[in-house]
């Protein structure tokens, strides 16, 4: 049967180290990845307000400053080689609550995909691609689309008392090699087309 696999956004397609670490030399903070610049800002005065605004300025006007995780696109075209179904579910709110100005989140992640070549190249639908307003309503998404596997940066997702069952839960660690691993791990068939 043709696997339907699911794809978190935020960290787990989009890498945000590089844009954190602009955004926090850009207030005299040095730090090269997110977690780090998170840890950093807060300890500043006014730090978590300044960390929210961060955030705000990341995933709305700042977002085309995210990368593509390594080993992504392989990833794609080998699970699109070996006929899998693939979808991006993504607990994403429209805007901050902290500001109206510029983009809306999800206007910001969807231009950022679309140069990145996710409905072209890589032959995503813009039909495939769903972002909720809550952690609920993500994995809610997840059971209704039957997926057999949902890929996560975050362990909570796969914790929710409503994440389906039938639906294999898989781990994204955010490292370089985890988008090749994957791929090996899920379509070796496509591994060993590549290594030929
Ligand atoms: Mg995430």
């Not at 006007?61 to 995210?66: L, N, Q, S, T, V």
């Not at 998404?141 to 975050?154: N, S």
Request: charged content about 20%; glycine content about 8%.
């Amino acid at each position: 049967m043709p696997l339907r696999i699911g794809i978190d956004f935020d960290n787990t397609i989009a890498c945000y180290d590089r844009l954190f670490a602009g955004l926090a030399a850009e207030m005299g903070v040095v730090a090269t990845a997110k977690q780090a610049v998170r840890d950093a800002v807060r300890a500043l005065p006014r730090g978590e307000t300044r960390w929210r605004e961060m955030q705000a300025l990341a995933y709305g006007p700042r977002m085309g400053e995210a990368t593509l995780f390594a080993g992504f696109t392989d990833f794609v075209r080998a699970a699109k080689g070996q006929g899998a179904t693939l979808y991006i579910v993504s607990h994403k709110t429209e805007r901050s609550n902290l500001t109206n100005a510029g983009p809306s989140f999800r206007t910001a992640a969807r231009d950022w995909m679309t140069g990145l070549g996710f409905f072209s190249v890589m032959g995503f639908a813009r039909n495939a691609v769903f972002f909720e307003s809550t952690r609920e309503e993500k994995v809610a998404r997840i059971a209704t689309l039957k997926l057999t596997h949902f890929i996560d940066d975050l362990p909570e997702v796969f914790a929710e008392p409503a994440f389906p069952a039938a639906t294999t839960a898989v781990a994204f660690g955010g490292g370089p090699e985890d988008w090749p691993a994957l791929a090996a791990h899920l379509f070796p068939q496509a591994a060993r087309e590549f290594a030929a």
